[in-house]
């Protein structure tokens, strides 16, 4: 990735190396604890920490914080290794551990006794928790507090020999009971654990605390920015106050961040142990998991998860993020590495009965689109007997449908235009097929495009449709519901029964596409049970979520819908009082919107009102229930007017319905409107005079590739096409890019 960070680290970072601080040099670590696999969330560490040492020439270590044997796995420790590996870091030399380091720990904790900085205390743990104190009271101490230094020596080398059972006494530091921080009214230094460690054995049944470890670990490395999380902030002082007390090789220094927290799943590494255990996914690689072996498995290519962290940034104040940021670089990045190709989910037969039985057309059709500079095709074939998706055909089509109709027309993506003359039925009246005629191209024009297949040619594949783990934003939040009672029961979706065009029969396991109008999947490594292949969809292409939870599903006639009252499966809040209920009808009726949706709106005051005020404002229904449950979190309100611009402009097409999640992220992060938002991410609409300077920018920061591509490799414009989308943010017209693109490129320099 070619942009570089920027963020209060690396303005730290100059700062230190315009002060020569640290002799010049960069070296972060990632500190992975084994006791879990990775996740979207260490994503964003490991990018910064790698990203950091890339950017300035130095070095990032890998480390197992292995402190705890209980929790910890050798599968842990080469799980971790291997999807840092994937998502495009190396790390510096050999693989380090903290269990390396157990003997140096020791010897400085003997080092704090000798002091007079550290004591054996045989106080249980409740006993020294209790005493600790409060914010307003200062803390008890202990009665071992002031033991002879050499008490404590023996005490110490006596635990390390196993003389005593776990919990018997711990060696803590002697700071300050009355400290105004409380993480320095004499922590713990060790505790006593009578447990096999996965690489120490049972050389050790003494193992220290985090706090004591962790800065040490940084120490002996020589780590310069030693970078965690925000909640760490009032251990900073510990770590500051162990350098301090101990000859240390290096000094370095902690700085903390904002975690990334991601919306509709959990992040917790205990929640997602259990998830697999319970047997609620299928193992950590469950294509819908968080973890990075799930997001690999799921097909989400790694660059998109490099973008993606990039994209959120490096803060200080913590946010929720929606996975509509990271579906959005997902797509971002496939659009230019998905070839794009025929797929039928659920197949209606239809025969042009103005071919021949034994005509076969082989079509020579593209594998991108104009706007995508990338160029390929492969044989498609045309025949008399056709697959199309039933989706596709309405007998009694709603107002605006643009696809096959009886008696109407309809383009055949790459294969020409056909019209509806007939529908065959089956015995129970179900349409069983159409009878269709192939049109020349100047005998209709169609409104619409759809995928088709050649019956005869076609392959069978099982399609598994991934979508969103929970159904609600932050499972676990809400009182009186378990986490578990929220994941999402359509989270899963298998297809069997869907056909495939028959050029994919040879891709390798692996290979990412587009299925044209359905979305980006994967060929997976595993068969079905039938031996058929498996393709895991890996993003719909448009936000599917959002429409899915605002549109009524079209196969349910309105005759079926059910009242309020109907035994779905989704919870009810327990009180709801009157008046809402009401709105909730008043919602459903006057306004049509889904039952679901008119439940969320209405589930408490706060959140009814604020959909009144949106709906006072001039907002249409539709578009801002779909923001306010999609889009916002539970507690998430910014001013309504800004919401209601940002729906106007939308509609204005001031701004592409795929940026939303992006603008509001912004506003929320910025406290600003979406004008503002928009602007500061450079998604205002492009003018050509704004077009031509990002496009400048562009080719200014590759000037390696502006000479090749000037001195003839004009395969490069591609690369240049899509360095200038990414920048656009998606932004850009295409058509238009491409063109002023070309025009610069060409322009001698
Ligand atoms: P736990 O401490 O509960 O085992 P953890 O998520 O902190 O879980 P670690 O293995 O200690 O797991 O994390 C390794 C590194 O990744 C740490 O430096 C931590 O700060 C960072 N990290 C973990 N979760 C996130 C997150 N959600 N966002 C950003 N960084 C994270
Ligand atoms: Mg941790």
């Not at 904002?258 to 997602?272: I, N």
């Not at 429409?547 to 196969?555: E, G, L, N």
């Not at 009401?582 to 889904?594: A, F, I, N, V």
């Not at 205002?684 to 000037?710: K, N, W």
Request: aromatic share 8%.
């Amino acid at each position: 990735m070619s942009d570089r960070l920027k963020n209060f680290v690396t303005e730290i970072i100059d700062g230190d190396l315009a002060a020569d601080k640290h002799g010049g040099r960069v070296h972060t670590r990632f500190p992975p604890e084994p006791n879990g696999y990775l996740h979207i969330g260490h994503a964003k560490s490991i990018c910064l920490n790698f990203g950091l040492a890339a950017q300035y020439g130095g070095k990032c270590n890998l480390r197992f914080d292995d402190t705890n044997p209980t929790t910890e796995d050798t599968e842990y420790v080469e799980s971790i290794q291997a999807d840092i590996r994937w998502l495009g870091f190396t790390w510096d030399g050999e693989v380090r551990f903290a269990s390396d380091y157990f003997e140096q720990f020791y010897a400085w904790a003997l080092h704090l006794i000798d002091a007079g900085k550290a004591y054996v205390d045989e106080q249980d743990v409740e006993a020294i928790r209790a005493n600790r104190g409060s914010a307003q009271e200062p803390g008890t101490p202990s009665p071992y507090r002031d033991r002879p230094g050499a008490e404590s020596r023996r005490l110490l080398e006596a635990m390390r020999a196993g003389d005593f059972e776990d919990g018997a006494m711990v060696l803590r530091a002697k700071i300050d009971m009355a400290h105004p921080n409380i993480l320095m009214r004499d922590p713990l230094i060790y505790r006593i654990r009578k447990a096999p460690h996965h690489r120490t054995g049972d050389a050790w049944c003494i193992y220290p605390m985090y706090d004591y470890a962790h800065c040490l670990e940084d120490a002996i490395e020589g780590i310069t920015h030693s970078v965690c999380t925000l909640e760490f902030d009032n251990n900073r002082a510990l770590y500051d106050w162990f350098l301090d007390n101990l000859p240390v090789p290096y000094r370095p220094h902690q700085y903390e961040m904002s975690r990334l927290d991601l919306s509709h799943t959990v992040m917790s590494k205990r929640w997602l142990l259990q998830l697999v255990e319970q047997g609620e996914v299928s193992g950590w690689d469950d294509p819908r998991m968080p973890t990075l072996a799930g997001l690999r498995r799921r097909g989400v290519p790694p660059e998109a998860i490099q973008r993606f962290c990039l994209d959120v940034g490096v803060t200080k104040s913590n946010a929720l993020t929606s996975p509509a940021l990271l579906d959005f670089h997902i797509r971002e990045t496939l659009n230019h590495e998905a070839a794009r190709v025929l797929v039928v989910q659920d197949p209606l037969p239809v025969t042009l009965t103005n071919l021949p039985e034994d005509e076969v057309r082989w079509l020579d059709a593209d594998l991108w689109p104009h706007d995508v500079p990338r160029e390929g095709t492969r044989p498609l074939p045309l025949s008399r007997e056709l697959l199309i998706d039933r989706s596709d055909f309405e007998e009694t089509p709603p107002k605006g449908f643009k696809r096959l109709t009886p008696g109407g027309v309809v383009r055949l993506r790459h294969g020409g235009v056909i019209r509806c003359d007939q529908v065959r039925r089956s015995e129970d009246g179900e349409v069983s097929g159409l009878d269709c005629s192939l049109l020349s191209d100047d005998e209709a024009r169609p409104k619409g495009t759809i995928h088709w297949l050649s019956t005869p040619h076609s392959l069978p594949v099982e399609l598994h449709l991934v979508d969103r783990l929970f159904r609600s934003p932050q499972p676990g939040t809400t009182d009186g519901v378990d986490w578990l009672d929220e994941l999402n029961p359509d989270s899963l979706r298998t297809i069997e029964g869907a056909r495939m065009e028959p050029w994919l029969g040879a891709s390798d396991p692996g290979t990412r596409f587009q299925f044209e109008r359905q979305g980006y999947f994967m060929k997976d490594e595993q068969t079905s049970p039938s031996g058929q292949p498996i393709f895991v969809r890996i993003v719909e292409l448009r936000d599917g979520w959002t429409k899915k939870q605002t549109t009524p599903q079209p196969a349910q006639p309105k005759a079926q819908a059910k009242p309020a009252s109907s035994s779905q499966t989704r919870v009810q809040p327990a009180e709801r009082s009157e008046a809402l209920q009401t709105r909730m009808t008043e919602l459903q009726e006057r306004l049509g919107l889904p039952l679901q949706d008119a439940e969320r709106l209405t589930r408490d005051e706060a959140t009814d009102a604020y959909f009144q005020s949106g709906l006072n404002a001039g907002a249409a229904p539709r578009p801002l229930a779909s923001l306010i449950l999609n889009d916002l979190s539970g507690d998430q309100r910014p001013p309504i007017q800004q919401i209601t611009e940002l729906l106007e402009m939308e509609d204005q097409k001031g701004l592409q319905r795929n940026q939303r999640s992006v603008v509001l992220e912004t506003m929320l992060k910025e406290n600003c409107g979406p004008k503002a938002a928009a602007k500061a991410l450079g998604l205002a609409e492009q003018t050509s005079l704004d077009l031509e300077a990002l496009i400048g920018e562009v080719i200014d920061q590759h000037p390696a590739e502006r000479d090749r591509y000037r001195s003839g490799e004009k395969q490069l414009f591609g690369f240049f096409m899509g360095a200038c989308m990414r920048a656009a943010r998606g932004g850009a017209d295409p058509k238009a890019l491409q063109s002023q693109l070309r025009q610069s490129l060409d322009s001698a320099p």
